[in-house]
């Protein structure tokens, strides 16, 4: 039997868990938790542990990075996969440092979306399993500073 | 590294492309009214119903495609949100700036092509 990867999204935009929920279907791991605010992420996280926490960075009232600084030494067992708006750059190097696997940019095409999320569940599956190394957190961030789009806008204001 | 979503999905999907773009001109009106309600009463509620379209615009317009109306949304987002969050008060020099970028903002929306 297959087990499913079960996952929990945390974004207040009730459009984009939809979408999140119908990517992660088609991918066939399971959502086992929906939540539109990082005070009831924390509480819901510690109940359900999850293999797979998509966050949403900028949220009213508690930040997705906030909630990650409460959860950081909870999350090795959890791929947690950072949701990004345009300007969220110095948010996304803090997040990684904090111990998130990835981040995805929202105005991301969704078959792009789809492929990135079950990559970073592959590599991050793979990893737990003992199969490859470290994650190379330096690259990461390199990767984030070298988003061309992200930097082009950052550099406007 | 995309990933061939099933022919089920592609369906799902352009029906809530769809709910969105009929729900634009709805939006761009909430948001009018509750600006122009900042503008004239800058109250917590006023600025809170603001925020919550502008918000969801920027969020969801990005998914669907559209990165423009995310950008603008997602600038004037950061305009508003330090009133919400009350680290910025509604003195007089700030609700200008407020009315000037939204007039912008709602002037791109009204214009935009979808």
Redesign the interface.
């Known amino acids: 039997m297959i087990i499913k990867p079960k996952v929990m999204i945390v974004?207040?935009?009730e459009?984009?868990r939809?979408?999140l929920k119908?990517?992660t279907s088609?991918?066939n791991f399971d959502v086992i938790a929906e939540i539109s605010n990082g005070n009831e992420a924390v509480k819901v996280f510690r109940e359900v542990k999850p293999d797979i926490l998509f966050l949403?960075i900028?949220m009213?009232f508690m930040y997705g990075d906030e909630v990650l600084e409460e959860i950081k030494n909870e999350i090795e067992a959890t791929c947690v996969i950072m949701l990004t708006?345009?300007?969220d750059v110095d948010d996304v190097k803090k997040c990684i440092k904090l111990g998130a696997t990835y981040f995805i940019?929202?105005?991301?095409?969704?078959?792009?979306i789809?492929?990135?999320v079950?990559?970073t569940w592959q590599k991050f599956n793979d990893k737990h399993k003992g199969k490859s190394q470290k994650p190379d957190l330096h690259g990461l961030i390199q990767e984030v500073e070298n988003d061309r789009l992200l930097n082009k806008?950052f550099k406007k204001e | 590294?995309?990933?061939?979503?099933?022919e089920e999905?592609q369906s799902?999907?352009k029906l809530?492309k769809q709910e969105?773009i009929d729900k634009l001109p709805q939006m761009i009106s909430e948001l009018s009214i509750a600006i122009n309600d900042f503008l004239q009463d800058p109250t917590e509620e006023s600025i809170k119903k603001a925020?919550t379209v502008v918000?969801?615009l920027?969020?969801?317009?990005?998914?669907y495609?559209y990165?423009d109306i995310?950008?603008k949304s997602?600038e004037f987002?950061?305009i508003i949100?330090p009133f919400?969050e009350k680290t910025e008060l509604p003195t007089e020099e700030n609700i200008i700036l407020v009315r000037q970028k939204f007039m912008e903002y709602l002037s791109f929306l009204q214009n935009y092509n979808l």
């Open positions: 974004d207040d935009e459009n984009v939809e979408v119908m990517i088609a991918l949403d900028n009213p708006a345009f300007s940019r929202k105005d991301t095409s969704v078959p792009k789809a492929g990135i079950k990559e806008y | 590294m995309g990933y061939d979503l099933p999905f799902k999907f809530l969105y925020y918000h969801n920027s969020g969801s317009s990005g998914l495609g990165s995310s950008k997602k987002d950061k949100k919400l």
